[in-house]
């Protein structure tokens, strides 16, 4: 740490992260486990993009949009496990300063525009449910492209305010992070100035990218029940309710690990407890969304199987 000449200049240049547990022989398996679940979800989520390019049948704005989360969650895991098993191979992890403040934006800008895609996914099973004689029209190209571009929009506008307000604040020591990635609170945790504005920074950014989706996908969906318990057959409402299925338990999880992690601040302190949803949020969640996607869809698994033999697909008849 070097000595700071003023006020607000940080004296932390490194950041010392303590990873999942100082144990050597479980730092070991941790490394293998972590490093195969990366494998896996970066390979799950490559699939899914490939078979939405290759397949015509999966040319459509869900799985426009499906594309996009995917990667979106290969970008999600590569910010935060490449550099964890970098540490867990060195046993140790300093992080420089400014590599710290990258990942937490990259982290919030990845993290960001998946909540807001997630409430366009939501508003675009609306429109096809709904309002399925308009659907065409009102979810256009032109569109959809709009709709991922706010969603980028905002999420960068919210994650650049959050680490230009964590760049300000003074780091006087101790600079040891109790945590595998570099985050808000455990990093407001070792201020040794005001967090104040940071705090109400993070309430006002919760609110932007946690609450308001949360409402709007909520509202969607309930306009989406509505409209499929009029459906008169089971065999139509069976099928209604299949095309939303995966999109809901992705928002569950997704959702669920993030106001745990961000909406209880009463207490700032970071345990254990936080790991484990910091591992829920980076790791279990962008890992498990390909296999939801195509565990009860018959498109994408048939994509999925030309992808991996290589077949081509069948021609659309006009």
Not at 61 to 72: D, E, H, K, V, W
Not at 248 to 270: K, P
Request: overall charge neutral; charged content about 10%.
């Amino acid at each position: 740490m070097e000595a700071g000449a003023g006020r607000n200049r940080t004296t932390v240049t490194e950041f010392i992260l303590l990873g999942l547990t100082e144990n050597v022989w479980l730092q070991s398996i941790l490394f293998v486990v972590f490093f195969f679940a990366y494998v896996a979800t970066v390979g799950g989520n490559f699939s899914i993009v490939a078979a939405v390019l290759v397949e015509p049948k999966l040319h459509t704005p869900m799985y426009y949009f499906l594309g996009i989360l995917s990667l979106l969650d290969i970008g999600c895991i590569t910010v935060t496990v490449p550099p964890m098993l970098a540490c867990l191979v060195a046993h140790q992890c300093r992080v420089p300063y400014a590599a710290c403040l990258s990942q937490l934006f990259f982290f919030h800008l990845l993290a960001g525009v998946d909540c807001h895609l997630l409430t366009a996914m939501a508003y675009d099973r609306y429109l096809a449910i709904c309002q399925p004689l308009t659907y065409s029209t009102r979810m256009s190209r032109e569109v959809q492209v709009a709709l991922v571009g706010i969603c980028c929009t905002v999420s960068f506008i919210n994650a650049l305010t959050h680490t230009v307000a964590v760049s300000v604040l003074d780091f006087c020591g101790p600079n040891v992070v109790n945590h595998f990635y570099c985050d808000l609170p455990p990093l407001f945790q070792l201020s040794c100035s005001s967090i104040y504005l940071n705090g109400q920074l993070l309430f006002v950014g919760a609110t932007f990218m946690g609450v308001i989706p949360m409402i709007l996908i909520s509202v969607s969906y309930a306009h989406v029940t509505a409209a499929v318990l009029r459906i008169r057959s089971a065999e139509g409402r069976k099928k209604a309710f299949s095309t939303c299925s995966s999109h809901l338990t992705v928002v569950c999880i997704f959702y669920g690990t993030g106001f745990f992690s961000y909406m209880c601040l009463g207490s700032v302190s970071a345990s254990d407890k936080d790991k484990g949803i910091g591992i829920l949020n980076t790791i279990l969640s962008p890992m498990l969304n390909p296999v939801i996607y195509s565990l009860r869809n018959p498109d994408v698994q048939g994509a999925l199987k030309r992808v991996l033999t290589g077949t081509k697909p069948p021609l659309l008849e006009d």
